[in-house]
C-alpha cells in the first residue's frame, strides 16, 4: 500500500494505516454528533433539531454542492429517481427515529441497536439484491439477533417506546444501506445532498407544531455545531473508504459503541447495564465475523 506524508511533516503512514485513523477520527465525530443530538432534544423539539442540523450542514457543504454543478438539474438528472426518493425518505425516518430513541433511552444503548443494522443487511440481501450468504454467515446473523434479543430485554422494561423507535430506526439505516448499494453509480456528494434536503423538508413539516424558543446563543451554537459535526463525521468517513482497503476500516465502525459508552457516562451520567454490554458484545462479534467472511 503507498505511503502517503503525514501532515507535512517528513513522516509517511501507509494508505490503510491512515485510513484507519480517519474512520476512528469519523466515529469519534458521530458519537460527539449524536450526544449533543441527546443533549438538545431534551429541550426542543426533534423536528426543531433536524431543522437547524441540516441548514448548518447544508451552509458547509455549500463549496461541494457548487462545484457539483446546479442542484436542480443534479436532482432531476439523478438516475433511478424513485430509488433516490425511497433513500431520502428512508435517512429521513431514520434520523428522526434516532433523535427519539435518545430521548428515551441512554445513549449506549441506541448505538447497539444501530450496530446491528448491517447484520440486518446481510440477512436482506439474499431476498432484494440476489446476494449469496453461506451457512457460517447465517450463523453468525443469528447471533447477531440473538444480541439484539438480549437488549431488548432490560430495554423494554425501562423505556419501550424508545425501543420501539430504534428498531424502525435500525430498519431505515439498513434500508439506506441496501439502497446505497443499488445507487452506485450517484455520487457521494449527490446522495448527501438529497438526504439533507429531505430532512430539512420533512423537519419543516413537523417543526411548527412544537417549536421552542432558542434559550440564548450558547443553544443556537450546540445546534448548529450539530449539523457541523455530523457534516464533518459523513467526510471523514467517507475519505477513509477511499483510502484505505474495506477490510481494514470497516470493523473501526464498532468504536463508536466506545465512544457511545464513555460519552453516556460523562455527560449524562448513565452506566451501561450488564445485559446492554452481552448484547452488544454479540452483535459486534457477529458483525466482526460477518466482515470475515464477507471479504
Partial sequence: MTARPWFGMGRTISANAAGALLMLAGMAAFAANDAI?????????????????????LVLMVPLILRGGRVLARIRAAPRPGLQALRAIAATAEVFCFYLAVFHMPLADVMAFWMAAPIYVVAISPLILGERVGGRTWAAVAVGFLGVLVLLAPSLQVSGPGVIFALLGTAAFAAIMILGRSLRATPDRDLVLFQLIAALI???????????????????????????????????????LKLADAAVVA?????????????????????????????????????????????
Fill in 251 to 295: 470493523p473501526l465502525q464498532y468504536s463508536l459503541l466506545v465512544w457511545g459508552v464513555l460519552f453516556g457516562f460523562l455527560v449524562f451520567g448513565d452506566v451501561p447495564a450488564g445485559g446492554m454490554l452481552a448484547g452488544a458484545a454479540l452483535i459486534i462479534g457477529s458483525g466482526l465475523i460477518v466482515l470475515r467472511r464477507r471479504r
Fill in 202 to 240: 420533512g423537519g419543516l413539516i413537523v417543526a411548527p407544531f412544537d417549536w421552542q424558543p432558542i434559550r440564548g446563543a450558547s443553544d443556537l451554537s450546540l445546534l448548529f455545531l450539530l449539523g457541523i459535526v455530523a457534516t464533518a463525521a459523513h467526510m471523514l468517513v467517507t475519505r477513509a
Fill in 37 to 57: 443530538g441527546k443533549w438538545l432534544v431534551a429541550d426542543y423539539g426533534v423536528a426543531q433539531v433536524i431543522v437547524l442540523r441540516s441548514v448548518a450542514a
